[in-house]
């Protein structure tokens, strides 16, 4: 395990009740500028072998109180420069074996309270310059149901969710956007 600071500008930092922890493989590292810092009860974790979270230059990663932000193995959680992955109380950011969950510069990933973002095995989620993932109420789901789905976007794009929605997709689908496209859904709708 190797917990890393690598330039100057990086924090690693927890308050009460904060555990951050790694087991056998499990990298947590930080370069110049970036902050992995946790609340009260809040727990960022790697569970397994292969398991690295990760951020560069201008890369936040961020939780309050009551967040998970967890990955088991062969996942990977990372960021480029000006990445934002955060979460609100009660949000659950994870992913399973051979999932990536990622974001170039300018990409946000975000949730708010009872807001889950998941993935299962094979699947990806990931988003371009300028691209915005976010769900923004209670009951909003965007997932990737089976091996070889794809949801990603390109500059310009928006991908949301309103209450009770789910934007879901099953082995072989691939569900995109290219730029100034907006693919959006309304509550009691599925896209």
């Known amino acids: 395990m190797r917990i890393s600071g690598v330039d100057r500008g990086v924090r690693i930092s927890a308050s009460d009740g904060v555990r951050i922890s790694g087991r056998a493989g499990v990298r947590i590292s930080g370069e110049s500028g970036v902050r992995i810092s946790g609340q009260a009860g809040v727990r960022i974790s790697g569970a397994d072998r292969g398991v690295r979270i990760s951020g560069e230059a201008g890369v936040r990663i961020s939780s309050d109180a009551g967040v998970r ?11 480029q420069r000006g990445v934002r992955i955060s979460a609100q109380d009660g949000v659950r950011i994870s992913a399973r074996d051979g999932v990536r969950i990622s974001g170039e510069a300018g990409v946000r990933i975000s949730a708010r309270d009872g807001v889950r973002i998941s993935a299962q095995d094979g699947v990806r989620i990931s988003g ?19 091996r070889g789905v794809r949801i990603s976007a390109r500059e310009g794009v928006r991908i949301s969710g309103q209450h009770g929605v789910r934007i879901s997709g099953h082995a072989g689908v691939r569900i995109s956007a290219r730029d100034g496209v907006r693919i959006s859904a309304q509550a009691a709708l599925a896209a």
């Open 128 to 146: 371009q310059a300028g691209v915005r993932i976010s769900a923004a109420e209670r009951g909003v789901r965007i997932s990737g149901a089976d």
């Open 69 to 79: 932000i967890s990955g088991q193995a062969g996942v990977r959680i990372s960021g």
